[in-house]
């Protein structure tokens, strides 16, 4: 069985086989993945797995710089948009 995050927590591993990517500069320098409680949050119901990829980079002065990825492991699907409510055409009121 897999390790079960905690909810609001991940972990991150130093990625080894960013150097074999097609363009290595690309590639996460660390990945990983996740738990995120979505009701404590306020973004709806339930708990969401994700991955996490994070990208070590400089900024233009030179700084450090941390970019970050989160993405479901598994498709989520919208919700389906509620019907439009049916128009009353003027002179529907009559009850026949």
């Given at each position: 069985?897999?390790?079960?995050h905690?909810p609001n927590?991940g972990?991150?591993?130093?990625?080894?086989?960013?150097d074999?990517?097609p363009d290595p500069?690309?590639?996460p320098?660390y990945?990983g993945?996740g738990?995120?409680?979505?009701?404590g949050l306020?973004l709806?119901d339930?708990?969401?797995?994700?991955?996490?990829?994070?990208w070590?980079?400089?900024?233009?002065?030179g700084?450090?710089?941390?970019?970050?990825?989160?993405?479901?492991?598994?498709?989520?699907e919208?919700p389906?948009p509620?019907?439009?409510p049916?128009q009353?055409k003027?002179?529907?009121d009559v009850?026949?």
């Amino acid at each position: 069985m897999a390790y079960q995050h905690k909810p609001n927590r991940g972990s991150l591993s130093y990625n080894d086989k960013r150097d074999q990517a097609p363009d290595p500069s690309k590639a996460p320098s660390y990945k990983g993945d996740g738990m995120i409680d979505l009701a404590g949050l306020g973004l709806g119901d339930g708990c969401v797995d994700v991955w996490l990829s994070i990208w070590v980079g400089e900024w233009p002065d030179g700084g450090k710089k941390l970019s970050l990825s989160i993405r479901p492991k598994e498709p989520i699907e919208a919700p389906a948009p509620a019907p439009a409510p049916a128009q009353e055409k003027e002179g529907d009121d009559v009850p026949w």
